[in-house]
């Protein structure tokens, strides 16, 4: 027998939903897996516009150029 992590319940055999987040060891009851999923998609939602925010999209030859200009 299992039981939720998030409320406790008791979960029969076959019963549990895997945590999105936290993985296959960590089973949840269908009511807490819903706000589980719920508050997973919103999060992604809210970062999804800084994922490549930290990315330098130029090159190191470009990076090189541009310090030769301002040099000469």
Known sequence: MHECVEC????????????????????????????????????????SPYNDFFKNGTSLIEEIQRIEGNII
């Open 8 to 47: 406790g319940k008791k979960l029969g055999i076959i019963e549990g939903y895997r945590h999105p987040v936290m993985g296959k060891e960590y089973l949840l009851c269908r009511n807490c897996f819903d706000t589980v999923s719920a508050s997973v998609e919103k999060y992604q939602e809210f970062i």
